[in-house]
Each structure stands twice: as structure tokens, then as C-alpha cells.
């Protein structure tokens, strides 16, 4: 009875992604919602809700500069510019500055970085949880991911801030990664597609199983019945 077990192993499988997307689209209209009510701010002196628009004035630390490796704009190949920020109230921001192309030469990358007081803005996002990470992170000045702990000094908020406009902004590169709330849906319907069709499949196979098993009975007890008149 293997089939039976792999039926209900798939049904199992089926209705257990199925409820995990629907709970994905749930979410999903929850961020979106959330990122359309975010607000704009000006030199906000508390953690900056996700999506918010945030408008800065300080000084870049150049020489902290790294860059996250491997990103595409189109199909150009090169590295995010990502610079600590220093307001004047003291606060320390990670900003993400933009596309600089490199192509495929893996020579450290170098982009110039403005010097003095400078005002900036751009859209803010929460340093959130992400899956686990085999390897090091940090490679001379490239980072596979965003870690706020690849820099020495702490800053002030979890997070950084994808810069889209101020002296120093490069070609955009990040937008908001978030798969509309009705492509998980789709993908739930298609889940449970599959546990309906194993229930049909393991349903029908069982059935003539069981019928089988009550012909072969049946004709057993004939001969039965059989032998015992002989006798």
C-alpha cells in the first residue's frame, strides 16, 4: 500500500503550503497596505517606520564605504554603493547610494563619495529577518548582503536608507521585492489542486483495491463451498 501512503504524504503536503500561502497573501496586503500610509520625515530622532520617505542632512564617512556584490540593473553587472551617514544631530545611518557597473573585473570597486554637509532623502527599509548564511559575508570591501555588523561602529537605527535623490546618489537600483498578494493566492489554489488530486487518485485506487480484495473473497468461499460438497 505504498501509493497510500505517498497520497496522503502529497495531500499532507498539499494543504500545509497551500494554508502557508494563503497566510503569504495575507501578509503581503498587510505590507503593501502599510507601505502606502508610510510617512515622510525630516531627520527623524526614532526608528523610521518600513517604506518611510526620510530626508537627511549630515556628512558621509567615505572612507567606511563597501559594496554589496553582485547586483544587476538590467543586464549590467556591479555592486550597490553602501556609505555610513553622519546627520547633524549626531545620529549614524547606513545609506544605500545606488548601481555603480563593474562588469566582471572583481578589482575593488571605487565610487566617489561628496565631502561636507550634504541633505539627502530617500525610502527607508527595516533591517529584517533573512535566511541563514554559510561563509564570510565580507571580502576586502564587497559584501555578499547587508549586515549592519560588517562596519565597525554601530548605527543608530536597524536598517538603511536607499538614497533616491542629494549629491552622491547613483543610478536606482532597489525596489521593494513584493510578489502581489494574488500571486500567492494563485499559488495556495494550486496547492490544494494537488492534494485534491491525490485524494481522487489515492480515493479511486483504494476503491478498486477494495474491490479486488472482495472478489478474490468471494471466490474463496466458493471454492470452499465447493470442496466441502465433494466431500
Known amino acids: 500500500m505504498a501509493w497510500c501512503l505517498l497520497c496522503a504524504a502529497l495531500m499532507a503536503l498539499g494543504i500545509g503550503l497551500g494554508l502557508w500561502q494563503w497566510e503569504r497573501a495575507a501578509g503581503k496586503r498587510d505590507y503593501l497596505a502599510n507601505l502606502a500610509?508610510?510617512?515622510?520625515?525630516?531627520?527623524?530622532?526614532?526608528?523610521?517606520?518600513?517604506?518611510?520617505?526620510?530626508?537627511?542632512?549630515?556628512?558621509?564617512?567615505?572612507?567606511?564605504?563597501?559594496?554589496?556584490?553582485?547586483?544587476?540593473?538590467?543586464?549590467?553587472?556591479?555592486?550597490?554603493?553602501?556609505?555610513?551617514?553622519?546627520?547633524?544631530?549626531?545620529?549614524?545611518?547606513?545609506?544605500?547610494?545606488?548601481?555603480?557597473?563593474?562588469?566582471?573585473?572583481?578589482?575593488?570597486?571605487?565610487?566617489?563619495?561628496?565631502?561636507?554637509?550634504?541633505?539627502?532623502?530617500?525610502?527607508?527599509?527595516?533591517d529584517g529577518r533573512r535566511t541563514p548564511r554559510f561563509g564570510d559575508n565580507l571580502e576586502g570591501t564587497r559584501l555578499q548582503r547587508i549586515e549592519l555588523g560588517a562596519w565597525n561602529e554601530e548605527f543608530s537605527f536597524a536598517g538603511w536608507l536607499h538614497q533616491r535623490q542629494g549629491p552622491g546618489h547613483l543610478?536606482?537600483?532597489?525596489?521593494?521585492?513584493?510578489?502581489?498578494?494574488?500571486?500567492?493566492?494563485?499559488?495556495?489554489?494550486?496547492?490544494?489542486?494537488?492534494?485534491?488530486?491525490?485524494?481522487?487518485?489515492?480515493g479511486r485506487r483504494l476503491y478498486r483495491d477494495l474491490c479486488a480484495a472482495g472478489v478474490t473473497s468471494a471466490e474463496r468461499s466458493i471454492v470452499d463451498m465447493s470442496a466441502r460438497q465433494e466431500r
Open 37 to 126: 500610509e508610510a510617512p515622510t520625515l525630516n531627520m527623524p530622532g526614532t526608528l523610521p517606520p518600513d517604506g518611510s520617505r526620510l530626508s537627511l542632512e549630515g556628512v558621509f564617512q567615505a572612507d567606511e564605504t563597501l559594496y554589496l556584490d553582485n547586483r544587476m540593473l538590467g543586464n549590467r553587472l556591479g555592486v550597490a554603493v553602501l556609505t555610513p551617514f553622519v546627520d547633524v544631530e549626531g545620529q549614524r545611518w547606513l545609506v544605500e547610494r545606488g548601481f555603480l557597473e563593474t562588469g566582471v573585473s572583481r578589482q575593488a570597486p571605487h565610487a566617489a563619495t561628496p565631502k561636507g554637509l550634504v541633505s539627502l532623502s530617500g525610502d527607508w527599509q527595516a
Open 171 to 202: 543610478e536606482d537600483w532597489w525596489t521593494p521585492n513584493v510578489m502581489p498578494p494574488e500571486r500567492h493566492l494563485a499559488y495556495a489554489l494550486q496547492w490544494w489542486g494537488l492534494s485534491l488530486v491525490a485524494l481522487l487518485f489515492g
